[in-house]
C-alpha cells in the first residue's frame, strides 16, 4: 500500500511526463508536492520504484519513467463492505481491498470450465470456471477433481467407504454416487475457488 505522499509523488510525475517529454528532477517533484528536502523526495520515488510502479535509470538526471500498474495491484479489487443475502443490513463503507492473488492464484492452481450439471447444489453451475489446488490426496467431503480409469475426469464430492471403495457423489439429486475400486481413481486436486461471469 502507498502512503499519501507516495501518492502524490506518483500522480505528480504522471502529469509532469504527460505535459513534457522528459521526467522531473528530485528537486522539482519536491517544490511540486509542497516538500522542502530532495532527499525526502528521493526517498519516495525510491519506494514508489520498490513497489513496481516506477523504473529508475541509472546515470541520468531524469531518469524515470512510468511503469504499467503492478501486477500486484492488478489482481486486488476494492472491498466496499458486506451485502445481504437475506435481511438487510446497514451499508458501511470499507476501505479494505480483496487480493485475488490468495483466492486465485498459485503455483498448484489451474482451472477448469464445468460442464454439465451434477453440482448444481454445491452452487457450481454449467460453464462455471472452477479453480483447483494440484494434489493427489483428498479428505472425504472435499470436492475433487477424480480421473477414472486413466481416461475420463469429473468433478464430485469426495467419500471413501470402509471397505476401501471410493464413492463420488453428485451435488444434484437425480444422480446417484458413483462407486470406484481405490486403484481405478486418481486424485487430480480439490476444489479452492469458483469464477462466474453474468
Known amino acids: 500500500m502507498l502512503t ?11 502529469r509532469y511526463l504527460a505535459t513534457r517529454a522528459y521526467a522531473p528532477s528530485l528537486d522539482e517533484i519536491a517544490a511540486g508536492i509542497g516538500i522542502r528536502s530532495k532527499g ?17 535509470i541509472p546515470g541520468r538526471k531524469r531518469g524515470i519513467e512510468l ?20 435481511r438487510p443490513i446497514e451499508a458501511i463503507a470499507d476501505q479494505e481491498s480483496l487480493n485475488l492473488a490468495d483466492y ?13 450439471d451434477s453440482m448444481i447444489e ?3 453451475l454449467d460453464g462455471d470456471m472452477v479453480i483447483v489446488k494440484r494434489q493427489e490426496t483428498a479428505n472425504d467431503n472435499e470436492i475433487v477433481v477424480a480421473l477414472i480409469d486413466g481416461q475420463e475426469a469429473t468433478l464430485k464430492r469426495l467419500q471413501h467407504r470402509p471397505d476401501g471403495d471410493i464413492l463420488l457423489i453428485a451435488e444434484n439429486p437425480s444422480m446417484p454416487p458413483l462407486a470406484y475400486t481405490a486403484e481405478r481413481v486418481s486424485i487430480q486436486g480439490v476444489l479452492v475457488g469458483q469464477l462466474r461471469r453474468y
Open 67 to 86: 511503469v504499467d500498474e503492478p501486477r500486484e495491484k492488478l489482481l486486488k479489487l476494492p472491498l466496499l463492505g458486506r451485502i445481504a443475502a437475506g
Open 40 to 56: 525526502t523526495a528521493h526517498r519516495h520515488v525510491q519506494a514508489l520504484a520498490e513497489a513496481g510502479y516506477l523504473r529508475l
Open 4 to 14: 499519501a505522499t507516495q501518492h502524490k509523488v506518483l500522480d505528480y510525475i504522471r
Open 122 to 124: 454445491a452452487g457450481i
Open 104 to 116: 486465485l492464484l498459485g503455483p498448484d492452481r489451474y482451472a477448469l470450465q464445468v460442464k454439465g
